[in-house]
């Protein structure tokens, strides 16, 4: 009954090898795969992700209660464009507000956009190296006014 045994344990080892070696050469086609489906979206355009940025404390609010900003921004034919969400997490029916600031050459600028909930941002920019593009700044503010409890400038790009 032993020699039985042995004789299937064998077998049944030998069929394991077998089909571990028939695999590999598949998983490596896959892992190949992989890597040049990664190397097309670098050439795209990579994500470049960044945040989350926080509003400040205000009216005794817990962490878990603050407004917050995060996304990525990406390249593509020399334009970067910023994309993410700005979250309203207490839904006390005060306002939640991004602001974005960026510098090229013509100077300075802000921009900003409020919300109750949730605000979704895709493809905001189209900035320009050629243009002097060289920085872009965030911060969430959160209140009755796009001044109230905001969080300092976190550097996006």
């Given at each position: 009954m032993s020699t039985m045994r042995a004789i299937i344990a064998g077998t049944a080892l030998a069929g394991?090898?077998?089909?571990?070696?028939?695999?590999?050469?598949a998983a490596m086609?896959?892992?190949?795969?992989?890597?040049?489906?990664a190397a097309a979206?670098?050439?795209?355009?990579?994500?470049?992700f960044f945040g989350p940025y926080y509003s400040k404390f205000g009216g005794g609010e817990s962490f878990g209660?603050?407004?917050?900003?995060?996304?990525?921004?990406?390249?593509?034919?020399?334009?970067?464009?910023?994309y993410g969400g700005l979250f309203d997490r207490d839904r006390d029916r005060q306002y939640s507000y991004v602001w974005?600031?960026?510098?090229?050459?013509?100077?300075h600028h802000t921009k900003v956009f409020k919300t109750?909930?949730?605000?979704?941002?895709?493809?905001?920019?189209?900035?320009?190296?050629?243009k002097g593009f060289d920085d872009f700044k965030i911060r969430v503010c959160e209140g009755t006014d796009k001044f109230d409890d905001c969080g300092g400038w976190g550097d996006a790009f």
């Open positions: 394991s090898l077998l089909a571990g070696t028939a695999a590999a050469p086609a896959s892992t190949a795969g992989t890597a040049v489906g979206q670098e050439a795209q355009g990579a994500k470049h209660k603050r407004s917050y900003f995060k996304g990525y921004w990406t390249k593509s034919g020399g334009r970067y464009w910023f974005f600031k960026w510098h090229d050459r013509f100077g109750f909930g949730h605000s979704g941002f895709s493809k905001f920019g189209g900035f320009s190296k050629s």
